[in-house]
């Protein structure tokens, strides 16, 4: 199978959504988790020492740059990767997408920045066709 986004650009997805999904919530030091007010609620950091709001901004501008067929393959290699739909269900995968992103390309970019694991569904979901990250982006 040959996708219809470079792998390139499949690739660099999965490496954002993984940065992406090393923010966790911001609990001030001297609070319980469970003791979390709303003004704190949802607030983001990553793991290390640095706040990073620019990876959640760069990967949603990746998935608004993608045309919508581009965009519904996406969705679908997720759908596929998470089990939701079989690799030999590829069309059927593929023209629910087609459908969501017209309906609405926010709603579908949404859907996918909301995806828990993103990162590995994608990737699974290539694999299931595969298609490997391996090798892409390395100096030779």
């Not at 998470?82 to 629910?96: H, I, L, R, V």
């Not at 017209?102 to 996918?112: D, Q, V, Y």
Request: glycine share 6%; with cysteine.
């Amino acid at each position: 199978m040959d996708p219809l986004t470079p792998l390139e650009t499949l690739c660099r997805i999965i490496l954002r959504a993984r940065e992406y999904e090393a923010q966790t919530v911001d609990y001030a030091d001297d609070e319980e988790p469970d003791d979390v007010d709303d003004e704190q609620e949802g607030a983001l950091s990553v793991l290390e020492d640095d706040i990073n709001t620019s990876v959640e901004d760069e990967l949603r501008s990746v998935f608004e740059d993608l045309g919508e067929d581009q965009l519904a393959e996406v969705l679908a290699f997720c759908w596929v990767g998470q089990g939701t739909y079989e690799s030999g269900d590829w069309d059927e995968a593929m023209e629910e997408a087609q459908d969501l992103v017209r309906e609405s390309t926010e709603e579908a970019i949404n859907e996918l920045m909301e995806q828990p694991m993103l990162a590995s569904v994608l990737d699974s979901g290539l694999a299931a066709f595969d298609l490997s990250c391996d090798g892409i982006g390395e100096v030779t």
